[in-house]
């Protein structure tokens, strides 16, 4: 998805409906659902870092946590030969599989020019 907005570390979608003559998104990469739309692009922003600050103020009132959308931590399926060779080569030059599959990815992403497909 390349159309984001992004505020205090959350990531929003960028979406317009013709139908209805209306911007509109969602937060992601959180499990909450968090909507806001608008009729121009900056009434799309402004109801969009309103529904952030919405979102944790509820939660400072609620007692509760907020959802972050990136912790750090992911799954992957790579394959069981994949997973193996990997292992191996991490064990081999004295590292670890977490760090082999960091630096792994960050070469990709520098090498690696941004999707300019569509969504």
């Not at 630096?103 to 690696?112: D, N």
Request: proline share 3%.
């Amino acid at each position: 998805m390349k159309d984001m907005i992004r505020y205090k570390g959350y990531l929003g979608s960028v979406h317009y409906s013709d139908d209805d003559q209306v911007f509109y998104g969602k937060l992601e990469y959180i499990k909450s659902l968090i909507n806001y739309e608008g009729t121009d692009v900056a009434g799309l922003r402004q109801a969009f870092e309103e529904a952030v600050d919405d979102y944790l103020t509820l939660c400072t009132e609620e007692g509760l946590e907020p959802e972050r959308p990136f912790k750090g931590s992911f799954n992957v399926r790579t394959g069981c030969d994949l997973h193996r060779r990997a292992a191996i080569y991490a064990l081999e030059c004295g590292s670890n599989l977490n760090k082999v599959v960091t630096e792994a990815l960050e070469q990709y992403l520098m090498t690696h020019s941004p999707c300019s497909g569509s969504d």
